[in-house]
């Protein structure tokens, strides 16, 4: 275990309605980054939180928002939910944003219907 | 825009045999690549990892081949056992992107007793 906890771990919500997923950093660490992975795909990069800033941002849209709290835990808020956000969302952690390794939780999956 | 290819999309091998998995990128940019072993309901683990200055790295029964003219990259699992049996993603990261990954699209294991 990583010691990134995740949660819920699983949600349904309906198609237009919004969505708040959580994540709790390892000890010490302060840069989370946020991934969305498809059913039998690769994750694929949402943003990075750097002491509380968003310091990078893949190819999703302005729906997909984020915080990152003075104790580094971290939020990613989607609103307007679409049928393709249905997908196992993945928090990483790791000491830096400079630092090499991520340490990843079990993930929230969502399921919009 | 796929900036990691991975194949094969799916691998069986006996147990005692080597898996082979390859990897290829475009970017030129990417320092840091490495393997994630990732099991059904959990996050992605961080299995191995490599840096372009070197050509190979070796952890117990895993190895990473690297390639930096061919833009390529690979990792071998001597002696696979069942227990191997998982989905392998490599990534990459390109030192001025923070902790930001670019992952493959996967590839799924099974190791046959």
């Known amino acids: 275990e990583t010691g990134v906890t995740q949660s819920p771990t699983h949600l349904i919500k309906t198609r237009g309605q919004q969505v708040t997923l959580r994540c709790s950093s390892q000890s010490g660490h302060n840069t989370v980054s946020w991934y969305q992975q498809a059913l039998g795909q690769g994750p694929q990069f949402i943003f990075q939180y750097y002491r509380e800033e968003e310091n990078g941002r893949g190819n999703f849209p302005p729906r997909f928002s984020g915080l990152q709290f003075p104790n580094y835990s971290s939020e990613l808020n989607v609103n307007a939910l679409e049928l393709d956000d249905s997908a196992l969302y993945l928090c990483a952690s790791s000491p830096g944003q400079e630092y090499n390794e991520q340490f990843f939780g079990p993930g929230t999956r969502l399921t919009v219907l | 825009q796929q900036q990691v290819k991975q194949s094969p999309q799916s691998l069986i091998v006996q147990k005692g045999g080597i898996s082979i998995i390859n990897c290829a990128y475009e970017n030129t940019a990417f320092d840091y690549f490495p393997w994630y072993q990732q099991f059904p309901g959990k996050g992605p683990a961080l299995l191995i990892a490599?840096?372009?200055?070197?050509s190979e790295k070796k952890e117990g029964r895993f190895t990473i081949s690297f390639n930096k003219s061919a833009k390529q990259f690979s990792l071998h699992i001597m002696d696979s056992q069942p227990g191997d049996s998982a989905t392998y993603f490599c990534a990459a990261r390109e030192e001025t992107s923070g902790s930001r990954l670019t992952f493959g699209e996967g590839t799924q294991l099974t190791v046959n007793p």
């Open positions: 490599i840096r372009p200055d070197v």
